[in-house]
């Protein structure tokens, strides 16, 4: 599994609210952001650096920040832990994660932490955190696998429904909450080239690693048979809604 490739993709999804984001933490020209959990470099290779902005990345795993090294040559990359930011208290203007929080055991400890190392008035953004309580599968054979994917991804310790707690955890985290929100679906038309490719089935074989007890292969290739034909057909439609939040940090 090429995950730069698929994390690029997530990247991908939002950009446009991230951009809109970032202008509306109102960043000074040469502001410093952090992002924690940067993971392969997918986010900070998609932020261009603006008017002298630096830009900073954690991990805690290794073979992810060489990777980010490469893609996002641009950030300075550490290795550290969410819940204790190897940065000095007040260090940025704006601390992000994408994907993060619903990876970690503490959350909520996460975004204290990233409350403790920005500055007074500056942001903190929780961004693409998913909630499959919310997904939308059609046509209605692949709800199995939809629960599939939800069994797995609490056997890997993921929460599955962060999306919906973000506004409640930036609360209590300490931030003056901005405001929330959930990415919007859109879809291009299918076009008559279309193979149906993605990465989705990919990821999902992936996850079903982690089950001691998953569905047989045949099983799962009967139900990407059936997702693919819909996409070709452009019956097909998935969406996990993704939510964001943004807060403030006050002295
Ligand atoms: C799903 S990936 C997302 C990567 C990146 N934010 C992106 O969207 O492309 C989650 C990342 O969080 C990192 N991570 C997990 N627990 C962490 C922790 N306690 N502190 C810092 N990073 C952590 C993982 O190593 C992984 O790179």
């Known amino acids: 599994m090429d995950w730069h490739a698929r994390y690029a993709e997530q990247a991908a999804w939002t950009r446009q609210i991230r951009s809109w984001l970032l202008k509306e933490c109102d960043a000074p020209r040469a502001a410093r952001i952090l992002e924690v959990g940067c993971g392969t470099g997918a986010v900070l290779a998609d932020t261009p650096p603006t008017e002298g902005t630096r830009l900073f990345g954690v991990d805690t795993a290794r073979p992810a920040l060489r990777l980010a090294t490469r893609n996002a040559p641009q950030a300075a990359c550490a290795q550290g832990d969410a819940l204790r930011l190897p940065y000095a208290s007040r260090a940025f203007d704006i601390v992000l994660c994408h994907f993060l929080l619903l990876w970690l055991p503490d959350p909520l400890a996460a975004l204290r932490e990233m409350r403790r190392v920005t500055r007074p008035g500056g942001c903190v953004l929780a961004l693409a955190e998913p909630d499959y309580g919310g997904r939308i599968d059609h046509p209605p054979a692949l709800a199995e696998a939809a629960a599939w994917q939800v069994r797995s991804l609490r056997a890997q310790g993921a929460d599955p429904e962060m999306g919906r707690k973000l506004p409640g955890l930036l609360r209590r ?3 003056h909450l901005e405001g929330w929100g959930i990415l919007g679906a859109q879809q291009a038309a299918q076009r008559e080239d279309d193979t149906g490719e993605s990465s989705e089935w990919r990821v999902f074989r992936e996850d079903m690693r982690h089950l001691s007890r998953g569905p047989a292969e045949s099983q799962i ?8 034909r819909a996409h070709r057909e452009g ?4 969406f996990v809604p993704l939510f964001y939040a943004w807060g403030k940090a006050v002295s």
């Open 221 to 228: 290739a009967s139900w990407e048979r059936i997702a693919t």
């Open 235 to 238: 019956e097909r439609v998935l």
């Open 173 to 175: 985290a300490g931030l």
